[in-house]
């Protein structure tokens, strides 16, 4: 961001670091999405087994519609997690992205020699 700012003066560092954030952020959904549906489809229905034999375990009995709602995420996690690993990283990216912006404002109109000429010229009645 400090080079593009650098680059082109006169536009907002905020909008280049915004469009990469949001561009980056497809990146990574996608790759979440790959990742679970295609790469290593098992580790998810590893893990929900492991829940379920640790609820077991422990002897907690779930209601019927949080089991049922607990399968129909397992069938879906891949888009579940690519919808929310795409929103996550959009928020941290506008945070970050606002930060970096702000520290690396753009400087004044004014030079500062103006600035100080400005200042003589108001203190002198």
Not at 78 to 89: G, H, L, P, S
Request: with cysteine; net charge negative.
């Amino acid at each position: 961001m400090r080079r593009y700012g650098k680059a082109h003066p006169d536009e907002s560092t905020f909008s280049y670091g915004l469009i990469v954030c949001v561009l980056s952020a497809i990146v990574c959904a996608v790759w979440a999405f790959v990742e679970y549906q295609f790469l290593f489809p098992g580790a998810i229905a590893e893990a929900f087994e492991q829940m379920y034999t640790q609820l077991d375990q422990m002897g907690s009995i779930m209601p019927e519609g949080v089991t049922d709602m607990l399968l129909k995420m397992e069938d879906n996690y891949a888009q579940i997690n690519c919808i929310t690993t795409f929103f996550w990283c959009t928020l941290l990216g506008l945070l970050f992205s606002a930060i970096l912006a702000r520290g690396g404002a753009r400087k004044s109109v004014f030079s500062d020699e103006e600035m100080k000429q400005n200042n003589d010229d108001e203190f002198n009645f």
